[in-house]
């Protein structure tokens, strides 16, 4: 794989660590920890130099040599001064029983990015906990506040996640995901859904048998009764608005779009080259076609293939099943595991 380490980018000026893009990948690291967690697995060495950034700015957790498994939501008491690194491990990390867990790898994600937006490592976790013990102020500086440039609220979860004390932290990976900031909505990248909704049909008219009377002689009933066509209503219209943006959090992404896949219209797009589009479409609408014959009762999660460079994942939606989500992704620098999971929360939010 091409790229640095993200010590190797922080010490050497490799790339420019913009606030943009740290915040990019912090939402993809913190994702990537989470599918760990899911997994029953801690990582347990999260720190710069196990970060590995592609030249796209894609982030990728390396290194499990020290991961171990655990029992989901147990506590694990662990003495491993092998996999301790000063001012990224936290101090549960440093005790003979100490109870670690998915905090752990909270704190060590925390303490990593830390030291990309600074420049600096952070303070060693035990010098915290002694001036902690000895009622002295943290010898950390806080981030919120003193940091310009980022999302409101955002470096105020780093500072969370840091927290001395395990229990002050963001428990899970998921947790800390949805405390960070959501991306502002770009009003020239809004996509507006516009869903026609044609009325019942309304019966004609008919004109009753009127009698006629000329100016002289007998009453001539009518011909027949006369059946006037009734011009049809114009459909009203509904507007939803769809937003596809959490998308592109997803490592590797080259572009995404819905899709009925009876008419193929494209429903809704986020920003990617028009050959990701068009692949998309004609690869989805294939397969949800072919597994149109599957017997009632059996339902598709998603779809996966592979072509050439590129990865294709198709989600159709649980309130449509024949209006679907997709994405295509760079397989060199994709997570499918993760993407996955990513890819069914961003169906989920889709409303029609």
Not at 59 to 65: A, Q, T, V
Not at 90 to 119: K, R
Not at 175 to 200: C, I, S, Y
Request: charged share 20%; hydrophobic share 45%.
């Amino acid at each position: 794989m091409k790229g640095h380490d993200l010590l190797e980018i922080i010490d050497e000026k490799r790339a420019d660590l913009s606030p943009d893009l740290i915040v990019r990948m912090a939402g993809k690291l913190i994702a990537a920890v989470g599918y760990i967690h899911d997994n029953q697995l801690l990582h347990c060495d999260i720190s710069p130099d196990n970060i590995f950034v592609t030249p796209a700015g894609e982030p990728i957790l390396i290194d499990f040599g020290a991961a171990r498994r655990t029992a989901a939501g147990a506590v694990e008491k662990y003495s491993g001064l092998s996999v301790v690194k000063d001012g990224y491990s936290p101090h549960e990390l440093y005790t003979a029983g100490g109870n670690s867990g998915p905090w752990s790898d909270v704190y060590a994600l925390a303490a990593s990015l830390y030291h990309a937006i600074t420049g600096e490592p952070p303070v060693n976790c035990q010098s915290r906990l002694a001036a902690l013990a000895e009622k002295r102020p943290d010898p950390l500086q806080p981030l919120a506040g003193s940091v310009p440039d980022y999302p409101k609220g955002f470096l105020a979860t780093i500072d969370r996640a840091m927290a001395v004390t395990p229990s002050a932290r963001f428990q899970t990976a998921a947790e800390w995901l949805k405390a960070l900031p959501q991306p502002e909505t770009r009003t020239d990248r809004k996509v507006v859904l516009v869903r026609r909704v044609v009325p019942l049909p309304v019966a004609p008219r008919v004109c009753e048998p009127s009698t006629v009377r000329p100016a002289a002689g007998p009453a001539v009933p009518a011909v027949s009764p006369a059946v006037i066509p009734l011009r049809p209503r114009r459909p009203t219209t509904r507007v939803a608005e769809v937003d596809l943006s959490g998308l592109r959090r997803i490592s590797g992404f080259l572009g995404g779009c819905l899709v009925d896949s009876l008419s193929g219209v494209v429903m809704a797009g986020e920003d990617g080259d028009g050959a990701s589009t068009l692949a998309n479409v004609a690869v989805a609408r294939a397969n949800l076609q072919a597994l149109a014959a599957l017997p009632p009762g059996e339902a598709v999660d998603d779809i996966q293939i592979a072509i050439g460079r590129r990865l294709h994942l198709i989600q159709p939606l649980a309130s449509a099943p024949r209006v679907f989500v997709c994405v295509a992704l760079d397989k060199d620098t994709a997570n499918p595991g993760i993407a996955r999971v990513q890819l069914q929360r961003v169906a989920q939010a889709v409303r029609l």
